[in-house]
Every structure is written in C-alpha cells, then in structure tokens.
C-alpha cells in the first residue's frame, strides 16, 4: 500500500496562490490513480481534483479554472497548483490514491480511496 504525505499549506490572502506537493511511497507510484481532497469541519470531504496513470485529469466545478493537478514521475509527487484562491477554499486538504489504471467516474467520492495522506492546512484570509 502506497505511503502519502502532504505539505505546501499556509495562509494566504485572497487571489494569492499556493501549491500542494503529495509525496508518494511504498508501493509502485505508477498504479495508482491520485486526487485531492479538501475538508471543514462538519463537513464531508469534497474531491478537488485527480489525475490517473496517464495523466489524465479531473477538477471539481467549484475550482476549475484556478486549481490545477499535475505530477512527476520522476520525483512521485503529485501537485495541486491553486491561484485565485478565495476565503471558500479555506479546508484540510488530503492527498489520496487507489490502484487503478483509471480514476473512474466517482473519482470525487471518499469511498473511492483506500489510502491518505495526513492533511495540510490552506487558510485563505479576505
């Protein structure tokens, strides 16, 4: 099973930009399918965004256009680059992974995934 650990969360102000690193290990990188997942209190945990084995992704309405999923196969990280971050993106995000060759249409669904990260705070002040 596939290891993940978070980092690249912190505070920023409205329209600033931060970018999300995803470090993967323990099993081979290149048989999973990997997404961002964001979460406040109370509430479930929303898929942000998800790339599968060829690179093909898939970003959520409510960030599409501004967040942007991408990764290195050479280094086994994955990014989630957000520009013209708004106070509403404030969340925990979470990194998370399943083998697969394709993310699968329920790629935004917790259940989808069986291993995540720890989180990384992203607070966005107006």
């Known amino acids: 099973q596939v290891q993940l650990a978070e980092s690249g969360g912190g505070s920023v102000q409205t329209g600033g930009s931060l970018r999300l690193s995803c470090a993967a290990s323990?099993?081979?990188?290149?048989?999973?399918?990997f997404a961002w997942f964001r979460q406040t209190p109370g509430k479930e945990r929303e898929g942000v965004a998800a790339v599968d084995i060829d690179g093909k992704t898939a970003v959520s309405d409510s960030v599409k256009g501004r967040f942007t999923i991408s990764k290195d196969n050479t280094k086994n990280t994955v990014y989630l680059q957000m520009d013209s971050l708004k106070p509403e993106d404030t969340a925990t995000y979470y990194c998370?992974?399943?083998?697969?060759?394709?993310?699968?249409?329920?790629?935004?669904?917790?259940?989808?995934?069986?291993?995540w990260g720890q989180g990384t705070q992203v607070t966005v002040s107006s």
């Open positions: 323990g099993d081979p990188y290149r048989r999973y399918c």
């Open positions: 998370a992974a399943n083998p697969g060759y394709s993310c699968g249409a329920y790629w935004d669904h917790e259940t989808s995934f069986g291993s």
